[in-house]
């Protein structure tokens, strides 16, 4: 028998199906189909291992192979455990699936009754906010969905009176009297505001007749305008008269009034769990006011366990304090008018002061995030204005009065103080006379509507060096025009001067702009020697002009 041909001496590999071939033909082994060979039928045994018998290996023309019965059995029982493989694997997969779809439907239904919730709450608040906002705010529910600007002045500004009484504090004589006067002016564009307080001892003419007659302190005037303080129609009345009247004194269009009482400042404080206020009195001891030890007790001892460490009940250092509703609402009111008390040199004016300190606190405080996320705080708010603050403030110029107290920061807020400005005397008559009030007007018009230079207020002492007559008051006039308060003279004749001179008689870093203006205007050399002429205290600087500008009519701030 021939050998098979090799590839690098190695034999080809026989058919994997022919098992046993090989021996067949070395040994002679005839074929089972060969004629004369008795066949014998396999019997399967009756025990259980019916797989191993007819799984067996038999006879054939390939040589040993297994019967077809036993293939299909292989093959079978190979399907069975893949069957049983499968059915598992889909058990565990729909067990799986379920214990998902148990998940996703608890997370989805958890997510609804989280959103009822809040919708619940929602509306809640919604209903809330409409019933207090339906008696203290114009419009209706429907205006809180726009945003409408405020109404503004010939000059960008919005300008609101606000008025505070003691009318909700039973047996408080003259519960009536506007004891609390203030014009807040805003500039929605600019980001910035005003805010005036007008001394509720100013003397004015009423109009008409009221208690104390057709002239006397300007705090009676609104309970004059209509006395009936359960009609709603008469509030109205009141507002709108007041408007007109306490806008003439300080030269403005008012469009909006607030009124408001003890409550809205207690309750709203409260709200917010107190203000912090800084306390800013000439006095080095701080502020002090007796007229309310009686809150602290009967008997010098009780007085002093409850109010440490004096026994005063308004009794606080300069600097930041800390204030609840109570003594807040009652520092409002404290002006030293009792003979104990210190750190209130001019009465009524640092009560003034400390209100308008009060008020910023309550917005700073009001528009904090932790404020706006409270739930309690807001609702506590919304109930202390619901009750008792009256205005003329649409429902949609809500939401833009928010985004002001928000864009508004507290710096930007400034205080125009009517006696330090010079225009108000200690006895709350106007320096320009009784019942004069155009220097007040003159001066809130310059810090209100008037350019940053003309705000600094700059007093300029013009001097003629030239030789030719009239140049000093040309240039006042022109420094007027700008902003500035001037006075004119002529040079002394021993001082002789080449160029233009400008003295500047207080520190460098006060009125930048004006500085630099009269530098522009003039190309004057400054100076900070003490200056050829004498000058008074309220004067900045000394300008002596040896050669006028060539441009004579430029007035650009």
Partial sequence: ?????????????????????????????????????????????????????????????????????????????????????????????????????????????TIIVFFLILLTMGGWFVVKAFIAGSSVFKGDIFGLIQQKELKTDANGRSNVLILGTSEDDPGHQGAYLTDSIMVLSIDQKNKNAYMISIPRDLQVRYGMACNSGYSGKINEYFNCVNGDWENKAAEEERQTASRKFFGDIVGLDIHYSVHVNYTVMRDVVKALDGITVTIESPDPRGQMDGNFDWKCGTTYAQRLKNCPPRGHFIDYPNGPVELDA????????????????????NSNFEREKNQQKILVAIKEKA??????????????????????????????????????????????????SLIDEGVIGGNAVPTAGQYDFSQIQALIKKKLNSS??????????????????????????????????????????????????????????????????????????????????TVGDTTDFVLIIVNPPTDPTDTTP
């Fill in 1 to 109: 028998m021939a050998k098979r041909s090799s590839v690098d001496g190695f034999i080809p590999r026989r058919s994997a199906g022919m098992i046993g071939e090989h021996h067949l033909e070395n040994r002679k082994l005839p074929r089972p189909d060969a004629p004369g060979l008795v066949r014998h039928r396999v019997m399967a045994p009756t025990d259980s291992r019916e797989s191993s018998t007819t799984n067996a290996l038999v006879p054939s023309r390939e040589g040993l192979t297994r019967s077809s019965m036993a293939v299909r059995s292989d093959i079978d029982e190979s399907l069975h455990d893949i069957d049983v493989q499968t059915e598992s694997s889909k058990k565990s997969s729909h067990k799986r699936e379920g214990r998902r779809t148990k998940r996703r439907t608890w997370i989805r239904r």
């Fill in 326 to 345: 109570e003594h807040a609402l009652y520092l409002a009111q404290a002006r030293g008018d009792t003979p104990i008390n210190w750190g209130f040199p």
């Fill in 452 to 533: 940053p230079l003309a705000r600094e207020d700059a007093s300029v002492m013009v001097l003629n060096a030239s030789g030719v007559g009239g140049v000093a008051q040309k240039e006042a006039d022109k420094l007027t025009a700008l902003g500035m308060t001037t006075e004119v003279g002529n040079a002394p004749a021993e001082a002789a001067y080449s160029t233009n001179v400008l003295y500047q008689i207080k520190p460098t870093d006060k009125l930048p702009l004006s500085l630099e203006k009269l530098k522009t205007l003039y190309g004057a050399t400054v100076k900070t020697t003490k200056p050829p002429v």
């Fill in 367 to 416: 528009m904090s995030t932790g404020t706006l996320t409270n739930m309690g705080k807001v609702t506590g708010l919304i109930d202390a204005l619901g009750h008792n603050l009256r205005t003329n403030f649409d429902t949609s110029e809500i939401r833009t009065l928010m985004a002001l107290g928000g864009d508004i920061p507290a710096p930007s807020i400034k205080s125009i």
